[in-house]
């Protein structure tokens, strides 16, 4: 828990570089923060609306899946598309992409951690 606290922190901290320092000083990428948000609301719903069967496959958890791509691949592509039309300096978009590769990384292990199931217990901790 601490880790992922750790490497989130880590992440914002590259995504506020990207903006924040006085060279770039272009706040664009932070709209990069809706992505952090909206990324993990497919797996929910799918968890929600889908039955507990041990099945290999569902229908609306790989629609899910796809959904979840969809939106990391629109997050790593929004910083590329401002570096192109000079709305950012490259250097700012090399920040939040790695900002990026953080924070999903962050997304990817808690869902890995704590998104077992219900045989989730606090005493490993």
């Known amino acids: 828990l601490v880790g ?12 506020m570089l990207g903006c924040a320092l006085e ?45 979840t791509t969809g939106i990391v691949v629109s997050a790593f592509g929004f910083p590329i598309i401002l570096a192109r039309v000079e709305a950012i300096k490259w250097g700012a978009c090399g920040l939040v992409l790695a900002g990026n590769a953080v924070i999903f990384l962050t997304i990817l292990g808690f869902f890995l951690v704590f998104g077992r199931g219900d045989d989730f217990s606090w005493e490993q901790w």
């Open 4 to 15: 992922l606290s750790f490497s989130g922190a880590i992440g914002l901290t590259f995504l």
């Open 23 to 67: 060279y770039y000083g272009v706040y664009w990428p932070m709209f990069v923060l809706i992505f952090y948000f909206i990324c993990p609301i497919p797996h929910f719903i799918a968890r929600r609306v889908s039955d507990d069967t041990d099945a290999a496959s569902s229908a609306c958890r790989e629609l899910a899946y796809f959904f």
